[in-house]
């Protein structure tokens, strides 16, 4: 009996480690829009989050060349999921969860990524003869939307002597366009600017 015992317990382990063994295989291209180009020259990390954690514990990394392809074999473990952080500088950061469920041996498993350079645009805003009644709106029409750093989409409202800046975020070479209305008066116009990536441009109101 005792010896059954043992050949039982050797089997089941030998079934376990045959159950986790393995290698994935993760790869992909990451492409700069803006400039319509792999991105090349960063770092790209791989992290494992363990199972019952929020811990970010670094896989693998490394620095993507002028083809912006990376590849990462590791390991099949128990493990939460994966993340995959890509932050150059001038650029709106990547990272991306992927989930071990989405994982498989058989084949490579493929993300791509994509980013864009970041612009700024500096809206200023002067009412050169100001009466307290001066009622001044703009609303965006064009320009990056629903991102942490971006500004907001709704109307924005000026009252009274106005003498201010106000920067905003945009991808590099996109447009970036207002619509803005003077209370009272006939001035309804739409303004626009093109974004010169890693550079602040302005869209001027005078009124």
């Known amino acids: 009996m005792k010896y059954l015992i043992l050949s039982i317990s050797l089997l089941l382990l030998v079934v376990s480690c045959k159950k986790g063994a393995g290698t994935f295989v993760l790869k992909g291209q990451v492409e700069d829009l803006t400039f319509n180009e792999p991105l090349s020259n960063t770092w790209v990390k791989l992290y494992k989050v363990p199972i019952g954690t929020t811990s970010l514990v670094?896989?693998?990394?490394?620095?993507?060349?002028e083809s912006g392809q990376y590849e990462f074999s590791f390991?099949?473990?128990q493990i939460e999921k994966y993340v995959i952080k890509i932050n150059k500088e001038g650029y709106f950061a990547i990272q991306e969860d992927i989930y071990f469920s989405s994982l498989t041996l058989e084949n490579n498993n493929i993300?791509?990524?994509?980013t864009h350079?970041?612009?700024w645009v500096g809206i200023t805003l002067l009412n050169t003869?100001?009466?307290?009644?001066?009622?001044?709106?703009?609303?965006?029409?064009?320009?990056?939307?629903?991102?942490?750093e971006c500004c907001p989409s709704g109307e924005q409202v000026f009252y009274g002597a106005i003498d201010t800046s106000i920067y905003c975020i945009n991808n590099?070479?996109?447009t970036y366009s207002i619509l803005y209305n003077v209370f009272g008066t006939n001035t309804v116009d739409i303004i626009s600017q093109?974004?010169?990536?890693?550079?602040?441009?302005?869209?001027n109101i005078t009124y």
Do not use: V
């Open 75 to 77: 390991p099949r473990e």
């Open 172 to 174: 590099g070479n996109e």
């Open 129 to 148: 003869n100001p009466e307290p009644t001066d009622i001044l709106t703009y609303t965006k029409q064009e320009g990056l939307q629903d991102c942490t």
């Open 111 to 114: 993300s791509n990524f994509q």
């Open 117 to 119: 350079a970041k612009a």
């Open 58 to 65: 670094i896989q693998d990394s490394m620095l993507l060349d």
């Open 194 to 203: 093109t974004t010169p990536p890693f550079d602040t441009t302005y869209i």
